[in-house]
């Protein structure tokens, strides 16, 4: 088992930058590749971004580009998201998830879920 939670999340005018964190506990966090998914009002949740186990794999949804930046610390079990220029089409509830094996963008090829944090930038 692997539990997951996420932190960070608030409300920030576009243009703003907040930085999410997803701690991790239960088995080794470096087995596991870790991503990013999000939920807006009314939509279904979808990919944002996702890291291998070592750093060197790295993927983003076209939307966040430039913008987000995902990184981890496996001796702090931690896994970030800096959020940069945000805009209001960012506002969402942000998960965390892990699977052991690779990265994937596809979302039921994660096996572990945090509890999501809401994140809302205000135009």
């Known amino acids: 088992q692997v539990q997951l939670v996420e932190s960070g999340g608030g409300l920030v005018q576009a243009g703003g930058s907040l930085r999410l964190s997803c701690a991790a506990s239960g088995r080794v966090f470096s087995a596991y590749a870790m991503g990013w998914f999000r939920r807006a009002p009314g939509k279904e949740r979808e990919f944002v971004a996702a890291i291998d186990w070592s750093g060197s794999s790295i993927y983003y949804t076209d939307s966040v580009k430039g913008r987000f930046t995902i990184a981890r610390d496996n001796a702090k079990n931690t896994v970030y998201l800096q959020m940069n220029s945000l805009k209001p089409e960012d506002t969402a509830v942000y998960y965390c998830?892990?699977?052991?094996?690779?990265?994937?963008?596809?979302?039921?090829?994660?096996?572990?879920w945090g509890q999501g944090t809401q994140v809302t930038v205000s135009s």
């Open positions: 998830a892990a699977r052991y094996s690779t990265t994937s963008r596809t979302e039921y090829e994660y096996r572990y």
